[in-house]
């Protein structure tokens, strides 16, 4: 057994107390990852059911995951952003609770806002849509979104469409008229069962062939609609004909192509629950007769002060505005945190101000605790009760809001030691996805605020106090702030 004397060898190196210790730390590991591997149950909030549910996946130890992505036409505005990180969370709680996540989300890639925007500009259409999605994901990777596993186009998936209307108008849910293929919301008798829509109440006497209508529109939807010389050359051949798909049925076909006809998670924001998953719903049940998605997660909206944002009243804010305005992207991350996912989130630029101060507070005790770090062992049990409240209130509909107010409390907590503070933010950053423990960039402080630092050492060590408090405060006027630490002052943004 060679492996075995290996082994021996290495242990009988060490002095008694080093193997001692490091047994002990061993022990100390194994028990916090213990903390992890206790179950919990999660609850969410189900649209379906309009209740919050206990998560039972259909196959054990596994999720999957379905969103509605992008339609890449514009820049993604920080509304649709706080939609995708409301969707990383989601992934990181199941992730945290031991469970493996298949996470697709799409890309619609053709549309009627696409198709006007391409005629407009005469370009081609991957020249429109890969520019947004490059900037989509870009931004996403800027706020720490994890890249779902599969990101689809609808483009590259008119197949899968084309046999799914073929299914639908083979079981007599679909009809063919002059312009297109429609889907006979009547003929599916559960129609309107994620929003509520009683189906006798609507007047289903005509056809919608609009992507998106609101509740009082409830009609026939389009699945295909036939070629019109205004769609220039964006068209595909089909069996029942030339044309283009509709945007609900692309994302039955891409999600049941990759998580099955039955899957346990489909979201998006509020304004998609009607039409767009009710129909979903519509198309993939009468497809398949079977249940479609288990969990129907649906996140709120982000407004302006002045109410909507939107191009026509021009007041749609970007990523890149954010930045433009001193901010970095995991300041706009922490602020979606501290709105729970499923409630309005009012931005204002002194509510993003606060979220960063807040996060740069966080950010500099962290500084100061890595600086103080204890050199005694972890106390596992301490560990472990913290991160059990923190599983406990993650698990009860992703309460972010209350996740973060334990984290503060946490690093305010006299009764834990540096370094069991610091093992507990590196786990709880599992789930926020703040990036709490990452150097920052070194900054380049101009000469003015040199002179001043140096000045204030000066003072400081002349027993100058007032000066010197004087000269911080300076300092804090023009955008800076000093840590006074053993290797002499740090200088840092504010
Ligand atoms: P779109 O790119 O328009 O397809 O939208 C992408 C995602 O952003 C969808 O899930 C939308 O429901 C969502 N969304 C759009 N506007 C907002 C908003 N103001 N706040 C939150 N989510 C939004
Ligand atoms: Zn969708």
Redesign the pocket.
Known sequence: MPKLTEKKKTSQKLPKEARNSLNKRQEEIKQLSKATEKKELIYLYNTLTRKKQPFKPIQKGKVGVY??????YDY??I??L???IFNDILKRVLAYNGYEVKHVMNI?DVDDKIIKKVQEEKIFLQELTHKYETSFFNDSAELNIVTPDIKPRATEHIHEMAELIKKLLKKGYAYKTDDGIYYSISKFKKYGKLSNLKLKNLKATSRIEADTYEKEQANDFALWKFFQEKDGNISWNTEFGKGRPGWHIECSAMSMRYLGEHFDIHT?????AFPHHENEIAQSEAATGKKFVNYWLH?????LAEG??SKSLGNIITLQILKDKNFEPLHYRYLCLTTHYRDE?AFTFENLQNAKNSYNSIKNKIKEIKRNMDITGIRSQEVQKSKQEFLRVINNDLDMPKAIALLHAMLKNENLKNSEKYALLLDFDKVFGLQLDKEEKPITVPDEIKKIVEDREKSRKAGMWQVADSLREKLREKGYAVDDTEKGPEIRKV
């Open positions: 969103s509605c992505g992008p339609t890449v993604a505005h509304g649709n706080r939609t995708y619609t998006g924001a509020v304004d998609l996140a709120g909206f982000l407004k909507k944002m989130l």
